[in-house]
């Protein structure tokens, strides 16, 4: 997806990877984002989620949305006129994949990738609405609350603590929960956030990279660059050459 999307006729159904170029944009057509390897950050009219075998997207005509991910990914992506708007997912946006959804996708992306013309993959969709439809709607994440405020602001000196406090939870069973729901530990998804946040800030302004790490709460400059490194595989300095285009 990029920016002249809106302006050019919506493919009925392709094979996309993202990356970290993702702009805010919206466009006059239906689009289902569905997952085939890795994951994806996407956000819709300021609720987001991430994408992934378990979990897909239904973005409604005119919604305002972006998306990032920093690893290889896959996506199905299915474009459908607004006439065709699925009132219980547009309702839903973020979708459960349930199995009978999971081998549709697989079998649609594999007919596109054999060679299949995409007019006549495509004529399997009303099935996966179908099964997108019946999926069962996820839980409301018992760290919806903490998540938000966390990942609004990822640099404050948040503490396990102050973490449990706002989920209302005890620090053992927060911990137990971001095992349950994420797959992770807070401070390893809070390290996720600030480092996106990191990113941002090199990406798009000219605050000194040390002053970054500061900022960031990483110990020094060194400690940042060992962590843009193992995430992106450059340093701080060259990821923000990259992303001026130089």
């Known amino acids: 997806m990029n920016q002249n999307e809106a302006d050019t006729p919506p493919p009925a159904i392709s094979i996309r990877s993202y990356g970290t ?30 994408l992934d075998r378990s979990q897909a997207a239904y973005v409604p005509a005119g919604t305002r949305h972006a998306q990032e991910s920093r690893q290889p990914n896959r996506f199905l992506v299915v474009d459908l006129p607004a006439a065709q708007t699925v009132e219980s997912l547009a309702a839903r946006r973020f979708v459960t994949v349930t199995p009978a959804a999971a081998h549709l996708i697989d079998y649609m992306a594999a007919s596109l990738a054999g060679g299949a013309p995409a007019r006549k993959t495509a004529l399997w969709t009303p099935l996966l609405l179908d099964a997108l ?15 938000a405020a966390m990942g609004t602001e990822p640099t404050f000196g948040w503490t396990v603590a102050d973490m449990a406090a706002r989920a209302r939870l005890s620090t053992s069973r927060l911990h137990a929960v971001f095992r349950e729901e994420l797959g992770t530990t807070p401070h390893a998804w809070l390290a996720e956030r600030r480092l996106e946040q990191v990113l941002r800030w090199l990406a798009t302004t000219d605050l000194p990279i040390a002053e970054i790490a500061l900022r960031a709460g990483f110990s020094d400059q060194s400690a940042l660059t060992r962590a843009v490194r193992k995430a992106c595989g450059m340093t701080p300095a060259a990821y923000r050459r990259r992303a001026a285009g130089a």
């Open 21 to 50: 170029d993702g702009h805010a944009h919206a466009h006059g057509f239906v689009q289902l984002v569905l997952p085939l390897a890795g994951s994806l950050d996407i956000e819709l009219e300021g609720r987001g989620a991430r």
């Open 133 to 147: 439809a019946e999926a069962p709607p996820r839980p409301v994440s018992r760290l919806a609350g903490l998540l």
